[in-house]
T-cell receptor, first 116, second 112 residues
Framework: NAGVTQTPKFQVLKTGQSMTLQCAQD?????MYWYRQDPGMGLRLIYY???????DKGEVPNGYNVSRLNKREFSLRLESAAPSQTSVYFC???????????????FGPGTRLTVL | AQSVTQPDIHITVSEGASLELRCNYS??????LFWYVQSPGQGLQLLLK??????LVQGIKGFEAEFKRSQSSFNLRKPSVHWSDAAEYFC??????????FGKGTMLLVSP
């Protein structure tokens, strides 16, 4: 099993460009998450999907959109990238019952995004 | 709202020495508490978790943590650190009907 996979691993964008970060999991998990990690800030939740067909905002949703394409895939879109969105983005998944936060989250390897 | 504080941004420990990483949380009821580890260039991996019961929990890689309700703490310990333990460590807190909140992390450096 690959676990949680993310593409691309690295990306450089110019201000105003758009892109989609892809995430897939093969663990049959119901819940999926997108975080960003910035130096000294820990992980901050951008969006999450408790189950297929649902998405909700996290702590820092501005400038992002998400799509839960199916049970396996959860994508994050930047419509008009800004330098403040330079960060490392992590996708994670958990078995389910998202609001029961005792479920272990499994993380992908991350996408390093630079916006110039 | 729940919050997590990791007071130490960096800690340096000699190989073979003991380790304690601090975590304090602010929360009204009994929280769900976690420690995750992130090796350079990698995603996060769960070390251990506490929900209820015995306040001393064992995790992977020889780590343990103790929940102290009176101090609102969940400190991570290891009796003897190995060079491969050098990584960033994150404490996280959750509750039954909320998302996880992560601390800002503690970077562990291991000196020879």
């Amino acid at each position: 099993n690959a676990g949680v996979t993310q593409t691309p691993k690295f990306q450089v964008l110019k201000t105003g460009q758009s892109m989609t970060l892809q995430c897939a999991q093969d663990m049959n998990h119901n819940s999926m998450y997108w975080y960003r990690q910035d130096p000294g800030m820990g992980l901050r939740l951008i969006y999450y999907s408790a189950s297929e067909g649902t998405t909700d905002k996290g702590e820092v949703p501005n400038g992002y959109n998400v799509s839960r394409l199916n049970k396996r895939e959860f994508s994050l879109r930047l419509e008009s990238a800004a330098p403040s969105q330079t960060s490392v983005y992590f996708c994670a998944s958990s078995v389910g019952g998202f609001r029961v936060s005792y479920n272990e989250q499994f993380f992908g390897p991350g996408t390093r995004l630079t916006v110039l | 709202a729940q919050s997590v504080t990791q007071p130490d941004i960096h800690i340096t420990v000699s190989e073979g020495a003991s380790l304690e990483l601090r975590c304090n949380y602010s929360y009204g009821a009994t929280p769900y508490l976690f420690w995750y580890v992130q090796s350079p260039g990698q995603g996060l991996q769960l070390l251990l978790k506490y929900f209820s019961g015995d306040t001393l929990v064992q995790g992977i890689k020889g780590f343990e943590a103790e929940f102290k309700r009176s101090q609102s703490s969940f400190n991570l310990r290891k009796p003897s650190v190995h060079w491969s333990d050098a990584a960033e460590y994150f404490c996280a807190v959750g509750e039954q009907y909320s998302t996880l909140t992560f601390g800002k992390g503690t970077m562990l450096l291991v000196s020879p």
